[in-house]
C-alpha cells in the first residue's frame, strides 16, 4: 500500500512580508557591517559592496545599484539607498546619484561629509570641529581604540544608535535638499531612521 505523503501548508496571513532595502555603498566592510546591525525580525537590510578594492567612485555604486535592479527588480514597499563619502568627490559625480535618488519615491541617497566615520562618531558625541577624514577617525578611535573599519555590534547599541539620529538632524538644519556641502554633516541618519521604522 502507498504511503500517504503529509502536506505541509501554512495558514493564510501567518506569515508577514519582510520590507527589503537594499543599499549599495562605497565601502567593503564598515558599511555593510553596520547595515547588519539593524536586520530585524521585520526588516531586512540588504547591503551591497564594490568587489575587489576599497578605492570607490560613486558611478560604480550607482552602477551596482542599477545592475541589481534591472536583475531583480525592486518592489514598491521595498527601498533602494546609495551612501556614500564626500571625500573628494565632485558635486557633478553625486548630482548624478542625487538624480537617480529622485526617479522613485523608494530611492533614497546618503552621504557622509567628510565620510561614513563621521556619521559613527556621532553614536559617541557631537562630532564639533571633526571636519576632516582624520579628524573623524582620530576622534573615533578615543570612544573605540581598536577600530580599524571593523564594526563590534556591542558598541554600537540602539539608544547610541538613537542618539547618533538626534545628533545627525540637528547638525542638519536647515535640513539639506540634495546632501551637505559642508564638513560635519550626515543625511545616513534618515536612512537609519527608515529601517528602525520598518522594524517596529
Not at 143 to 155: G, N, R, T
Request: positive net charge; glycine residues 4%; contains cysteine.
Amino acid at each position: 500500500m502507498a504511503r500517504c505523503r503529509r502536506r505541509f501548508e501554512r495558514p493564510l496571513g501567518e506569515r508577514r512580508y519582510r520590507k527589503m532595502f537594499i543599499i549599495s555603498v562605497e565601502g567593503l566592510k564598515t558599511e555593510p557591517q553596520y547595515f547588519a546591525l539593524l536586520n530585524s525580525a521585520t526588516s531586512i537590510v540588504r547591503v551591497h559592496c564594490l568587489p575587489g578594492s576599497s578605492a570607490s567612485a560613486p558611478t560604480r555604486v550607482l552602477k551596482r545599484m542599477r545592475a541589481y535592479l534591472r536583475d531583480k527588480g525592486l518592489r514598491e514597499t521595498d527601498e533602494a539607498w546609495l551612501v556614500v563619502d564626500k571625500d573628494q568627490w565632485t558635486d557633478t559625480q553625486l548630482a548624478e546619484l542625487f538624480a537617480w535618488s529622485q526617479e522613485g519615491d523608494n530611492h533614497g541617497f546618503a552621504l557622509s561629509n567628510p565620510k561614513f566615520e563621521f556619521w559613527l562618531l556621532l553614536h559617541f558625541e557631537d562630532g564639533a570641529g571633526a571636519t576632516s577624514p582624520t579628524q573623524c577617525v582620530a576622534r573615533l578611535r578615543q570612544h573605540l581604540p581598536a577600530y580599524d573599519k571593523s564594526i563590534v555590534a556591542a558598541e554600537l547599541t540602539r539608544e547610541r544608535i538613537a542618539k547618533a539620529i538626534h545628533r545627525a538632524r540637528q547638525r542638519d538644519v536647515p535640513p539639506c535638499a540634495d546632501w551637505p556641502r559642508s564638513p560635519g554633516v550626515t543625511t545616513v541618519y534618515r536612512l537609519v531612521e527608515r529601517i528602525l521604522d520598518a522594524g517596529r
